[in-house]
């Protein structure tokens, strides 16, 4: 398969048009950023463990029933997707109070979400991400009533899929973001599940293992993610 012209560059993606009809290339580039792209760097290798970690997961819903973009990895930076029409939504779903909901309602950081708890918000950087309720995501007519109803079962069954997955390598899924498309009437998990945008922490030592450690200055960022590429893609150990 051949890259074409460049269709969307984002602050850590770029996504080209292929020779083949229906399929894009996702590349996972080296940026990392934080606070609405207020401080950023490039560091080493970083693209490669986030698609690394993407496909990983990405595989794993495919092979648990949840539809996802992905078809496979041309190289360790570059994967090869479902063309969809992406919807402007991050759904993001929490298990346990951390970053915003804490800042911005009276939860004690590490209070567990027991049954989790979904937040939508709207992707787009002019208006800072704001958070929508359904009546908003309806009248700005993002989906259809059918379609939210959808993407909320989706996105609480790839909790439970990745959580259960997670905590048998030792890591708590605190909270974590997705993203949807479409093709046709048929909804798909596109975008990427990676250190960016998930919210891990070690359940030994609570210690972060996500982009975390680079917004706050907690360590070094890319021994992190290595560390975590490597211990989430290794084979589970049989009790
Ligand atoms: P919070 O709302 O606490 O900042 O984020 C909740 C979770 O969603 C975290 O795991 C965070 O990494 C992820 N998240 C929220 N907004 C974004 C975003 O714009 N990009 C990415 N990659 N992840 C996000």
């Known amino acids: 398969m051949k890259q074409k012209d460049l269709l969307y560059t984002g602050k850590a993606k770029s996504v080209y048009h292929t020779d083949t009809k229906g399929k894009l290339i996702v590349e996972f580039r080296d940026d990392i950023t934080a606070f609405d792209g207020g401080k950023k760097d490039v560091l080493k290798n970083k693209g490669s463990y986030n698609a690394g970690v993407s496909a990983f997961f990405f595989e794993h819903l495919e092979k648990n029933g949840v539809k996802t973009h992905f078809f496979s990895m041309l190289d360790p930076y570059h994967m090869i997707v479902r063309k969809l029409e992406m919807i402007p939504l991050e759904v993001i779903v929490r298990n346990i109070a951390a970053g915003s909901i804490v800042r911005n309602y009276p939860f004690k950081e590490g209070t567990p979400l027991n049954p989790p708890v979904i937040v939508i918000d709207y992707k787009d950087d002019a208006h800072h991400d ?103 893609t290794r084979p589970v150990k049989k009790q």
Do not use: C, H
């Not at 996105?155 to 708590?172: C, D, F, K, P, W």
């Open 130 to 232: 704001p958070m929508l309720n359904d009546e908003i995501i309806l009248a700005l007519k993002l989906v259809t009533p059918a379609e939210l109803k959808k993407i909320k079962k989706v996105a609480l069954e790839v909790n439970r899929l990745l959580y259960a997955l997670l905590s048998s390598q030792g890591i708590t899924l605190v909270d974590f973001k997705i993203e949807f498309g479409r093709q046709g009437k048929t909804i798909y998990l596109g975008d990427e599940i990676s250190m960016d945008s998930m919210r891990l922490w070690d359940k030994k030592s609570g210690e972060s293992l996500d982009k975390d450690v680079y917004r706050f200055e907690k360590g070094d960022v890319m021994a992190v993610y290595n560390q975590v590429a490597q211990r989430i």
